[in-house]
């Protein structure tokens, strides 16, 4: 076996000694993920671990570890295990924690693309060694940094031959199509994959692509045609389906053929982002060179204070200045940023660069990811996972409260709410930008008069003193934006 490939030691989740299923775990009865003392392990059944020890064996999954594109995993002791888990399980297995779980509807295009990218490479090495992927989701596929990894080690399963792939609906509804809509109609596809955890149907899709539109790269043959299929074979079961192409002659080389074929084409397909206001944001914005510079020593100074952070937060990234800043003093920081356009330039500059302590996210910190899938926990909330030890709310603070209408005491409540987990309460860098401030200036004239009388340093420094002891404030040099350190009280 294998040793798992060496990884950052931190996790978003805090280490409880009593085991738990994973709350997304549950689709496959053959196996399930189980958390247990900081550990991440999945149980296997008696089919699932006779699997696994031939996957183990296997010389193409050897190198797929040791290259770093499935998680480091390893089998456990049963004993891991309380026995009575552990008598529903015949192996046990640990994995590699992944410092920060996302999701497809928080990844930018090419973040997108290149999971797509490396789903069908495991995919192309594993046919040829007599193994397939049992599904074609997005959600197999986590990142450490801007480097994409695959994680469902439940989902391998010897090929059958005559069978397609058995993913390839999931993989063209989670990937691909997301991928269509963006390249091809310039549409974001977040909030598609994010209404819809099993991803957007051909059908759906199809009157998207009328006209000559059918006729752009994959729309014929990955959604025209496969929704035709699907509709004619809809009364049909799995099992006669199958039994009709094995008995076509469809063989382990038409499946490479086609794997290879979806590589050319999602290799092909871009999105080049647009300019908008926020990807010009550091050269339109109204700093001085004496704020910059005094701002990233405050900021620097802050995150230096006391122990190393596990997990840092940069709320409104932007081109990641900070965030970048923050990797020098935590072992993982997340960047969120709503502009979808933004982040996909940080995330091609942070991939470049072979960035591994640094995730880029696009999400609206006005809207954040809500639970979803199954009782709406199947998949974890942001704030359910965004379990920090340091909180950067740099030049956000105005465009929640003034360009979203959000009271001041939420915001303030929310940010210190995301260290509520954190040991020794965490830091909390924050930026307030006075109201005559010209960025602020620019928001309250779309704003009726007087609809924020509340909105003033003072207030929200009252605030923030209220939940936080304030270690240290600093007024930029330009007189209209302070800066904070405050460490959440109790």
Known sequence: MVAPPPVPATSTAVPDSSPRADPGSFRDP????????????????????????????????????????????????????????????????????????????????????????LHLEILRTAVPAGFSTKDGSAYNLQWRGAEPVFIDIGSFEPARDGEPWAGYRQFCQTLLYPLLLQAHLGLDFQPWLRSRIDGIEAGELRRLFGGTRRFRAGVLKHVHLHDAIQSRSAAASTGSVRKELKDAGFSRELVLATLRALEKLVGRLDWQPPQSHWSGYRETCTYSTADRQAKERFVAEALAEGNRSRLALDLGANDGTYSRLAAGYADYVVAVESDPAVVDRLYRALRADGERRVLPLVMDLADPSPGGGWRGVERASFAARAEADAVLALAVVHHLAIGRNVPLPEIVDWLVGLLAAAEGGGRLVVEFVHPDDPMAVRLLANKPAGLFPDYTPEEFERLLGQRCEIVRRLELPSGTRTLYLGTPRG
Not at 54 to 70: C, H, P, Q, S, Y
Not at 86 to 108: D, G, M, N
Request: glycine share 10%; charged share 20%.
């Open 30 to 117: 053959a196996n399930r993920v189980l958390h247990a003392g900081g550990q991440v392990l999945r149980g296997l059944g008696p089919q699932a671990a006779q699997e696994w020890q031939a996957l183990a064996g296997a010389e193409f999954f050897g190198r797929l570890l040791a290259d770093g594109k499935v998680c480091g995993t390893e089998t456990a002791d049963p004993e891991t295990l309380p026995a009575s888990l552990a008598e529903q399980w015949t192996a046990v297995l640990r994995h590699e924690r992944i410092p920060f779980v996302s999701y497809p509807y928080e990844w930018s295009f090419a973040m997108l693309r290149d999971a797509a990218l």
